[in-house]
């Protein structure tokens, strides 16, 4: 037989002693150290806003034999004749241990300095994908891309400014931060003056993680966490610009080009006023115009420029003609054939067609013209087994002849190469 429970009336005062009780009890909990489930997450400082140490007087550990990766070069020349490049180095691949280091050449580019500028930012924050321009101001600028890891999801874009380039150790400006995102190519001086520089963003999301196994960094899950990012910023080949010579960057607009992946954009200002946008994509080279200034961007898809997918050079000489260095291999997903075009009718058409270095594995160039419209354009070769920079300089006939027919065109100059 089930008998029922028999009702147990509580006074007053037993109430109270179990309100009493529980209340302290609950007090108790909230007062004693959480568990480890239940630990307070902890703040970590944002490693890859902070401004990277600028190394004027690099030692014998930044120096070629030290290296086993070195690409993605870029090159100035200065008034007077003196030369600089910059390049990515350190580690053996993309990664958190790559720098920037700065050479000079005081010879027409027939030899070259050691290290004179290094941009190695402390920890597992890298620096890469620099390149250099000199301002209409005589000035020479240096930008990189700065981020966590290798991509963070957010990156971000930094500056520093010599008012002396000539000189063969030149002093700089203090490291500014301009935007989120990277960058690779020179800006564009517009005929309003207005100053456009292409901004882009990795197309995958941070890669902290992949990057913390393959490397053993042994960094927690917590802290890869608190250095990836979402920027928020839009998508896109964007573009910033400055009206007041540099002291302030903002964001002007961003062309959507189908399958641009990487960018690695570039603009040229066409005759008629309007801004042509080159794009790097999975399909070759796309494009956009602007008839704004560089506000919006329409007319986007392929350029019928044919390309396999990486890095391409183009800009206005002096002469007026465009001049594009770019891949023409045989099989359109190879690296090789680096060559230099010209257009006379902005980039309708192209002419000539000087083969600078056949070679597999040569790729991403970038040039400057001088005063005397002797051209230079600067390249790597084999990022992890040559591991050379190299250099070749010519001029508008070589181009249009399709052979060195001038007395100072000169074809795979060794800048560096770097390994025992």
């Known amino acids: 037989m089930i008998r029922a429970a028999q009702s147990v009336e509580l006074s007053p005062f037993m109430i109270h002693l179990i309100l009493v009780a529980l209340v302290s009890i609950v007090v108790a909990q909230a007062q004693a150290p959480p568990s480890a489930s239940a630990a307070t997450p902890r703040t970590y400082p944002d490693f890859a806003l902070q401004a990277a140490p600028i190394n004027a007087s690099p030692g014998p550990e930044y120096g070629s034999s030290t290296r086993v990766y070195q690409g993605v070069p870029g090159i100035e020349r200065t008034a007077s004749g003196r030369m600089w490049a910059v390049w990515t180095g ?27 500028l290094v941009i190695d930012p402390p920890g597992n924050v890298l620096a890469w994908d620099s390149f250099l321009w000199i301002d209409p101001l005589g000035r020479l600028w240096l930008f990189w891309t700065q981020a966590y890891g290798r991509w963070d999801g957010r990156g971000g874009v930094w500056t520093i400014v010599s008012d002396n380039p000539d000189m063969e150790q030149p002093t700089w400006s203090t490291p500014r931060r301009l935007s989120d995102g990277m960058v690779q190519n020179k800006p564009t001086v517009l005929s309003t003056g207005e100053w456009l520089l292409p901004v882009w963003f990795w197309p995958s999301p941070c890669d902290l993680a992949t990057y913390n196994d393959r490397l053993q960094l042994g960094l927690t899950a917590e802290f890869v966490k608190s250095q990836c990012h979402d920027s928020g910023d839009p998508p896109g080949s964007m573009v910033y610009r400055s009206a007041d010579q540099g002291k302030t960057w903002a964001l002007l607009g961003a062309a959507q080009v189908q399958d641009a992946g990487i960018d ?83 980039g309708r058409s192209w002419l000539g067609g000087l083969l600078l270095d056949e070679r597999s594995g040569v790729s991403y160039p970038d040039g400057v013209e001088a005063a005397n419209g002797r051209i230079y354009v600067i390249y790597d070769y084999g990022r992890t087994t040559e591991a050379e920079i190299l250099i070749a300089t010519f001029g508008e006939e070589d181009i249009q002849q399709g052979a060195c027919v001038t007395a100072d065109c000169r074809l795979k100059l060794l800048v560096n190469k770097a390994g025992p």
């Not at 001049?323 to 680096?338: A, E, K, T």
Request: charged share 20%.
């Open 90 to 116: 350190g580690g053996t691949a993309e990664g958190p241990l790559n720098y920037v280091l700065l050479v000079t050449s005081g010879d027409d580019g027939s030899s070259w300095s050691q290290p004179r």
């Open 264 to 346: 690695e954009h570039m603009i040229v200002e066409r005759r008629d006023g309007s801004l042509w946008m080159l794009v790097r994509t999975f399909y070759g080279i796309g494009q956009a115009v602007s008839t704004d200034r560089g506000k919006s961007w329409g007319q986007t898809g392929p350029s019928g420029i044919r390309h396999p997918w990486s890095r391409f050079f183009i800009r206005r000489l002096k002469s007026g003609r465009l001049m594009m260095v770019r891949h023409n291999p045989p099989s359109i997903g190879v690296r090789s054939h680096l060559t230099a075009y010209l257009s006379d009718d902005d």
